[in-house]
């Protein structure tokens, strides 16, 4: 399987900040990387698809970069409802689909 | 308006059985692949296996700790995705979601695993 690991495990900010996380695959997966975000009690929601592009409905505030093995998602301004936990997936190998291990980003 | 709403989660005792439903409306369930993700108490998000449509064959994957255990299955006739699961153990307490993706082009390619819709989740607990 291919592994995902992200950094930091957790992260606190402040509203306005500026955030990156950090997704390393085991192996090149080429673009096939997506994040989402989750709330407490709820279901994830997907924000970006193929390494950069937005889902619709996603704030501009929300970017990805990367290729290979190592990605980034970057949030440019906090806002108060962005404090949620994160997680990237590779779709690379679709017959082991697999998950970061999450990023709690929490209200400094 | 896609909704994904699954049933039939509960307490079961290892080695025990449960089936799960989604009930799937808003999209044209049978050209989608259905995808089953789990999460323990506290923890992260983990793969469990698809189903892709008929269409592309209809065939089935799965995720390791499952393999052999889980039997995802579908009926397009009533628009419900099962997930049946055996040899139940601790190790399986989670909360389960139903998924699926209504398919992105990028770079030529249809990605199917992108997953834009959920369920609400049901929780499984495995516990003596």
């Known amino acids: 399987d291919i592994q995902m690991t992200q950094s930091p495990s957790s992260l606190s900010a402040s509203v306005g900040d500026r955030v990156t996380i950090t997704c390393r695959a085991s192996q090149s997966i080429s673009s096939f990387l997506n994040w989402y975000q989750q709330k407490p009690g709820k279901a994830p929601r997907l924000l970006i698809y193929a390494v950069s592009t937005l889902q619709s409905g996603v704030p501009s505030r929300f970017s990805g970069s990367g290729s290979g093995t190592d990605f980034t998602l970057t949030i440019s301004s906090l806002q108060p409802e962005d404090f949620s936990t994160y997680y990237c997936?590779?779709?690379?190998?679709?017959?082991?689909?697999?998950f970061g291990q999450g990023t709690r980003l929490e209200i400094k | 308006e896609v909704q994904l709403v699954e049933s039939g989660g509960g307490l079961v005792k290892p080695g025990g059985s449960l089936r799960l439903s989604c009930a799937a409306s808003?999209?044209?369930?049978?050209?989608?692949?259905m995808t089953w993700v789990r999460q323990a108490p506290g923890k992260g998000l983990e793969w469990v296996g698809r189903i892709k449509s008929k269409t592309d064959g209809g065939t089935t994957d799965y995720a390791a700790p499952v393999k052999g255990r889980f039997t995802i299955s579908r009926d397009d006739s009533k628009n419900t995705l099962y997930l049946q699961m055996n040899s139940l153990n601790t190790e399986d307490t989670a909360v389960y979601y139903c998924t699926s993706s209504r398919g992105f082009f990028w770079s030529g390619f249809l990605e199917r695993d992108a997953f834009d819709f959920w369920g609400q989740g049901t929780m499984v607990t495995v516990s003596s």
């Open positions: 808003g999209f044209t369930f049978s050209n989608a692949w």
């Open positions: 997936q590779q779709s690379y190998n679709s017959l082991s689909i697999t």
